[in-house]
């Protein structure tokens, strides 16, 4: 249950950048990249939690704040008519807000409910994560495909709604 409950944030980011229409090749790195974080992140917290533990947890509560200044950089974006999907759509762009939304299955690989279970079911459970993640993120394209100018307004908001709410 645990395992599952940790994705839940990457399906919600990728919807969130779903308005944004980064592209299929885009999409399809967001959602690998969000799998090998998921269940890397996890199989690390669990194989080295009690030498790393401590320095993580500060990075973990940093994560709102760098969600929240994504979002915010997206409606400047959108503000001054650029296009955000080619600050968000960037592959490094994409990578670093991977890592920085697995810092929680790294401190959860550390707790005994998940350091028992075996690799196989974690990295299904990563798998499982970037499909969920690539269907959000397609699904909200689609649903912002008939109002693009309103897309990386509604990426924004969605974005620093996350970071408020405490899901990023």
Known sequence: MIIGALGLDNIAVGFALGPLRIGARRTALLGLSFAVAEAGMTLLGSTFAAAWLPKFLALDAARAGV???L??????LAWIKA???TFVGNPWALIVLT?????DNLIAGASQDVAVLPPLVIVVSGAVT???AVA?????????RAATQWGAVAC???????A???IG
């Open 67 to 69: 969600l929240a200044t």
């Open 71 to 76: 979002g915010v950089a997206v409606l400047g």
């Open 83 to 85: 296009r955000p999907a």
């Open 99 to 103: 890592l920085l939304l697995s810092i």
């Open 130 to 132: 970037g499909i969920l």
């Open 136 to 144: 959000a993120c397609a699904t909200a394209g689609l649903m912002f």
């Open 156 to 162: 924004g908001v969605m974005l620093v709604g996350l």
């Open 164 to 166: 408020v709410s405490g």
